[in-house]
């Protein structure tokens, strides 16, 4: 299968160990958000495919994140420094890039981002701080893991010039989607949890580059730092 006529394609998360669930309640607090509704581990692979293997993940050396200021006006044109994974995120990852499919003549580079979102009396649950937007990738992918207790993680999806979505839903634990990410906009809206209570949603969201125009490196960092990459 390949993405549909809008560039989007809804699949469902492989089994992941034990292990990977276990990990989220202890995810630090990602602090350059304004408050401590989002917690987070951050790493970056190359993949590359074999006729006989699949995709395969090669860890790369830890490196901070960083995004283009056209892309994120919240927290971008800085280095953020997160923690790195300590999980396996390969069957997700290898799920990602069967369902574009991938171009398996090239390596590809892929962020990996392991999130969750907290909602209570004091904490507001902002999904999406930067508002609907690209992420400046070529693919990337939005894995749903769990909702507890919570209403609104509505995910949207929106074209270039408007803000009407084109999709609305509200993925549910074990499902995901990919998209093209130069022909769309997508967007989270915020989470709440009931007066006195406390929720949470916990995903991950996969980048994928190919390696040639990969968003890692000192070089790319300098660009993005000095304004000049786009």
Known sequence: MALDERHYRFFPVPKLDDSVLREFPTLPVDRYCDGKFRHRRFSQYRIAHSATAGWQLELLPHRPFCQATKFNGVTGGQLRDFDPLRIDPGPLVRAGAEEVPLDTATDWQVDVHQWRIVSDDSTRGVSVPEG???????????????????????????????????????????QAVVLDDRKMRHYATDIAAPPGEHGHRDIFLLAYNTWPERRYGEAYEKAVLAGTWC
């Open 132 to 174: 609907p937007h690209q992420d400046g990738h070529t693919f990337s992918v939005i894995a749903v893991i769990d909702r507890v207790n919570i209403t609104g993680g509505e995910t949207q999806l929106l074209p270039m010039d408007s803000d009407e979505p084109f999709v609305r839903t509200v993925l549910r634990p074990g």
